[in-house]
T-cell receptor
């Protein structure tokens, strides 16, 4: 069935370090792909999305490119900040009016 | 524009009781989805409603049910609560389609079953 596999961490980085969170998916069709972020005590917020192959989503310095050939949607940021500490979820639309999420990865950024 | 609101934010129940959670979507949004978040299982899809009709349902027992009203507000109900139902229940809304559109999430209702 449709699924999402992502790095689970937890991961601790120093401020200004480079961040990559790997995400791969399996799907029967051509899903839209999303990265959501969850700050402590809050719901999920959309970070970025891509709706077709080779699309690049970007927001707040984060980027991810929809790679159909490798079924991947890796999240990257060149220089993380303390305020980026959160849990990051990769998700796909699964083509049927629902989102399928990865397990989430907790990121802590130290000053 | 106000975001997705969920009430109550926190709830403590005992096994065997039932509970009703409420969600008000963003104004103009007609699709409402519910998710259960637990440390062990992560985020799991419960169901999705559009124009008062359930369009999709996840793999949860029949104790979990929901409905949507004509103003798009939604409720979910869990009957005969079990310890394993302790979780954060998240509601999300979108204009019409889940697959292509951004889903906006509420802050969640944290349910503790004792």
């Amino acid at each position: 069935g449709d699924s999402v596999t992502q790095m689970e961490g937890p991961v601790t980085l120093s401020e200004e370090a480079f961040l990559t969170i790997n995400c791969t998916y399996t799907a029967t069709g051509y899903p839209s792909l999303f990265w959501y972020v969850q700050y402590p005590g809050e719901g999920l917020q959309l970070l970025l999305k891509a709706t077709k192959a080779d699309d690049k989503g970007s927001n707040k310095g984060f980027e991810a490119t929809y790679r159909k050939e490798t079924t991947s949607f890796h999240l990257e940021k060149g220089s993380v900040q303390v305020s980026d500490s959160a849990v990051y979820f990769c998700a796909q639309s699964a083509g049927s009016e629902k989102l399928v999420f990865g397990k989430g990865m907790k990121l802590t950024v130290n000053p | 524009k106000a975001g997705v609101t969920q009430t109550p934010r926190y709830l403590i129940k005992t096994r065997g009781q039932q509970v009703t959670l409420s969600c008000s979507p963003i104004s103009g949004h007609r699709s409402v989805s519910w998710y259960q978040q637990t440390p062990g299982q992560g985020l799991q899809f419960l169901f999705e409603y559009f124009s008062e009709t359930q369009r999709n349902k996840g793999n949860f027992p029949g104790r979990f049910s929901g409905r949507q009203f004509s103003n798009s507000r939604s409720e979910m109900n869990v009957s005969t609560l079990e310890l394993g139902d302790s979780a954060l229940y998240l509601c999300a809304s979108s204009l019409e389609r889940v697959g292509q559109e951004t889903q906006y999430f509420g802050p969640g209702t944290r349910l503790l079953v004792l």
